[in-house]
T-cell receptor, first 112, second 113 residues
Framework: DQQVKQNSPSLSVQEGRISILNCDYT??????FLWYKKYPAEGPTFLISISSIKDKNEDGRFTVFLNKSAKHLSLHIVPSQPGDSAVYFC???????????FGAGTQVVVTP | KAGVTQTPRYLIKTRGQQVTLSCSPISGHRSVSWYQQTPGQGLQFLFE???????NKGNFPGRFSGRQFSNSRSEMNVSTLELGDSALYLC????????????FGQGTRLTVV
């Protein structure tokens, strides 16, 4: 049962433009959401997170928006850079020890 | 501060064999979680250890097991390997398991032939 879904397996965006990655979840017990970035042959790297008590968190070029009523979050990358080309995973945490529920990932390709 | 270290990086095993993977968490972190990543499946949670005790377990068969030592290092074992066990196995460490973020190692790429 996939409780975290990333419905877009891939996204292509021009350098300098905005990348918008979407994530939906089904479990209302999730209280913390994270985005990870993953390059081939490397482990996921933490990017940005948001608590369920907030609706927006910003860190440099990365902003995460949370819509609790819609059970939806999104990651905005502005402006997109070639080095942003990677797989992005959305993850959610509930009250379960040490467990993050991950989406299937979105492959982002930033073209010059 | 050293990151999460996983060894070995790559493994090739034959069906029916067993394998042990190792994970050294960030110093001071006591929670270690294991994940399996296969193409198109994202990361699937295997189990979590804290202070040498398994606190949480995912939906994997009993062939997958683990343990944690007093220095927080963790090992994961897979017995009677199947072709479908071929995957990237990732370990993540955090301070206590419910804190804000988990830090991942580079993973062990297991290929079963």
């Amino acid at each position: 049962d996939q409780q975290v879904k990333q419905n877009s397996p891939s996204l292509s965006v021009q350098e300098g433009r905005i990348s918008i990655l979407n994530c939906d979840y089904t479990n209302s017990m999730f209280d913390y959401f994270l985005w990870y970035k993953k390059y081939p042959a490397e482990g996921p790297t933490f990017l940005i997170s948001i608590s369920s008590i907030k609706d927006k968190n910003e860190d440099g070029r990365f902003t995460v928006f949370l819509n609790k009523s819609a059970k939806h979050l999104s990651l905005h990358i502005v402006p997109s850079q070639p080095g942003d080309s990677a797989v992005y995973f959305c993850a959610a945490r509930g009250d379960s020890w040490g467990k993050l529920q991950f989406g299937a990932g979105t492959q982002v390709v930033v073209t010059p | 501060k050293a990151g999460v270290t996983q060894t070995p990086r790559y493994l090739i095993k034959t069906r029916g064999q067993q394998v042990t993977l190792s994970c050294s968490p960030i110093s001071g972190h006591r929670s270690v979680s294991w994940y399996q990543q296969t193409p198109g499946q994202g990361l699937q949670f295997l189990f979590e250890y804290f202070s040498e005790t398994q606190r949480n377990k995912g939906n994997f068969p009993g062939r997958f097991s683990g343990r944690q030592f007093s220095n927080s290092r963790s090992e994961m074992n897979v017995s009677t390997l199947e072709l479908g066990d071929s995957a990237l196995y990732l370990c993540a460490s955090s301070l206590a398991g419910l804190d804000t973020e988990a830090f991942f190692g580079q993973g062990t790429r297991l290929t079963v032939v």
